[in-house]
């Protein structure tokens, strides 16, 4: 077993490395990333189609002056590996650890954050023009995945780098994948592009043959490449989308030949003006789940590496509020045949897989397109159907101004359903939800859902399917909790302005959606260990508020606590506040939820507990609350 990792005190000794040396390396680099995402779960299958494409371009570039953009930066694992952090690897995604992501304060050869899809050509663009302002040597590299080359914003930049002539080179990273199956005219266009293993193998085998004939062999084969190389003299006019688009365009290439890459990745750095390298690999390469899989091991729980499945206790093996939402909504559209599912290539993280196949003509995934999914949405809901788009509460930020403008100023009856809202964990800042309440809350004609618990969120799809105007049904990233409503499921929709959840007349203390549990848990604890006995209301509509009974509940304790998993300007509690404080005038508050945004990742439990919206961090959140206002 190689041990290679250890000696490299530099990726710049990769210049030297043959290429039997680099395979030692693929080999121990894929075992590292497998070995650690089992333990710490991540992003695997895209990782392990990256080892020998990130050994390459070590080889044959300087990153002390070229600079490199990885889009979404999910791919980054072996580039952290190469890049002095292997002793540190073990800690990544944890609490107090490596990012799993490109992280500009983690390490210079991290050039660009990337956590989010389809930013990686304009970010290198970027890159390269203020190279050429300050007469810097060097070229940027964007490696940019097939299922983001989907987005538009990629579109846009491909439209400008063409036009630039600015020393850009693209390497599109094609294995047919973002996380759900690739969509579209782009996957069709790549596909007609891709090279057939019967070709690669043809293409080796002459290549092969070639350089054993005696005296000839070496030289034909030598001239072969120098004229462009044999994939690029037969596939030449199949790259004339880039080449109009103003691209050199070459490939497609095997992305697990390493010798291959490195002659191509020679090529194309002497080149001047914008440049792509089309280059094929296979996602999950190395672990035959993962291949066989690429979908579920795109972003997966610890798992046990025998046998690929998830490690006991891991979250994701339970019942989760992504699985309870896409079950329903099947159920639901069994029965009307007006509603639609709209998927932005996260069809299997938003809990729509079985929608997909049992009703795949009611189905739609647009590819990492949220603008054009919500706009789409709002076209059907136009056309008389009923949309339902899911997106994660992340993502859902890149389609605000479709939001606003298309869908709630024509107040048209579509559901988004906001996946990973709140404090989401692992992947850090980038992924955070977080924001939506605050963007959300403004926005005219639309409701808002946050249920608590696996009845309410059936009882706001309810809800939003019935509703003439557009809805948003948002819950975390985590598994349902006991039931907290479960003896209201008869369609009484009443029940989602607000229950009261335990009586008291020391503090009134109002809960949106699904911190619900950790809030009743925290004032039976405040009951019998201390006395303090708060009138409690698990909130699931945030929008429009209903405030009768907790307006006489805070005249009767004169003391609100508002709990929410959000950041607290902009959110919940400031927007129900001031009716509250004008019917109930001297009424003291204290809103509680995140105060300023978190940057670290951690498990979505360890970040309850650091911004005290655990069960313990709520008692001392109302604890200190009472008896400041008792001094």
């Not at 680099?22 to 189609?49: C, F």
């Not at 099947?330 to 049992?358: C, N, W």
């Not at 579509?414 to 800042?429: C, H, K, S, Y």
């Not at 607290?568 to 508050?589: D, K, N, Y």
């Amino acid at each position: 077993m190689s041990d290679m990792l250890s000696k490299l005190n530099s990726p710049e000794q990769l210049h030297d490395f043959d290429n039997d040396s680099m395979n030692l390396l693929a080999d121990e680099l894929r075992r590292r990333i497998i070995e650690t995402v089992a333990k710490n779960g991540g992003h695997l299958a895209s990782n392990l189609g990256m080892v020998e494409l990130t050994l390459a371009l070590f080889a044959e570039f300087n990153f002390c002056q070229d600079k490199i953009v990885l889009d979404v930066g999910h791919q980054c694992y072996a580039w952290k590996l190469l890049t002095g952090r292997s002793d540190k690897f073990s800690t990544i995604r944890r609490k107090g650890g490596l990012s799993g992501f490109p992280k500009r304060s983690e390490s210079s050869y991290d050039f660009f954050n990337t956590g989010h899809s389809s930013t990686s050509i304009s970010a290198a663009l970027g890159l390269a023009r203020a190279m050429e302002q300050k007469g810097d040597q060097g070229r940027a590299i964007a490696v940019i995945g097939d299922g983001a080359l989907t987005g538009g914003m990629a579109f846009e930049a491909l439209n400008d780098a063409g036009q630039s002539g600015a020393n850009l080179i693209v390497i599109l990273n094609d294995n047919q994948m973002s996380i759900s199956k690739n969509v579209g005219g782009m996957s069709k266009h790549l596909e007609n592009l891709r090279i057939s293993r019967g070709y690669i193998n043809l293409k080796s085998s002459m290549e092969s043959f070639l350089n054993k004939l005696p005296l000839i062999g070496k030289p034909i084969s030598g001239i072969i490449r120098r004229f462009k190389s044999i994939d690029r003299l037969w596939l030449r006019d199949r790259g004339i989308l880039f080449e109009q688009l103003g691209f050199k365009y070459y490939g497609p290439i095997d992305g697990h030949d390493i010798q291959a890459l490195r002659h191509h990745l020679a090529a194309i750095r002497k080149i001047d003006g914008p440049v792509l390298l089309h280059v094929l690999t296979q996602k999950g390469r190395g672990y035959s789940y993962a291949e066989e899989q690429p979908d579920k091991f795109h972003g997966i729980a610890p798992f046990v590496i025998e046998s690929g499945v998830c490690r006991p206790g891991a979250a994701h093996c339970n019942q989760t509020y992504s699985a309870v939402f896409g079950q329903y909504l099947l159920e639901k559209a069994q029965a009307d045949e007006r509603i639609i599912a709209v998927s932005a290539a996260m069809t299997s993280g938003t809990g729509l897989t079985s929608y997909a196949d049992k009703l795949p003509s009611r189905f739609f995934d647009v590819g990492i397109a949220e603008q054009h999914a919500l706009t789409m949405a709002a076209g059907l809901a136009a056309g008389g159907m009923k949309p339902v788009a899911a997106l994660y509460s992340t993502f859902l930020q890149r389609a605000y101004d479709q939001l606003l403008h298309d869908i709630c100023l024509q107040k048209l009856p579509v559901v988004i359903a906001v996946d990973r809202a709140g404090l989401v964990g692992e992947d850090g800042e980038t992924h955070q939800g977080l924001f939506d309440l605050g963007l959300l809350l403004p926005l005219p004609n639309i409701d808002i859902y946050c249920p608590v618990d696996e009845y309410s969120l059936r009882l706001s799809i309810d809800a939003a399917l019935d509703s003439d105007h557009p809805t948003v049904v948002r819950y975390p990233r985590s598994s349902v909790p006991d039931p907290i409503f479960a003896d209201t499921y008869n369609k009484n929709l009443d029940v989602l302005y607000g229950r009261r959840i335990a009586s008291g007349t020391a503090c009134t203390v109002v809960v949106l959606g699904v911190l619900a549990e950790n809030t009743l848990e925290a004032v039976k604890q405040l009951k019998e260990d201390f006395e303090i006995d708060c009138d409690t209301y698990a909130v699931v509509r945030a929008k429009p508020f209903r405030s009768n009974e907790i307006i006489e509940s805070c005249r009767k304790t004169g003391k609100l606590v508002v709990i929410e998993e959000g950041l607290i300007r902009g959110g919940f509690g400031e927007s129900i506040l001031p009716e509250l404080i004008e019917h109930v005038p001297g009424l003291e508050a204290c809103l509680h939820g995140v105060h300023e945004m978190s940057y670290d990742q951690a498990g979505r439990f360890e970040l309850l507990q650091e911004h005290k919206l655990d069960s313990c961090g709520i008692i001392s959140v109302i604890r200190d609350f009472i008896a400041e206002k008792h001094n």
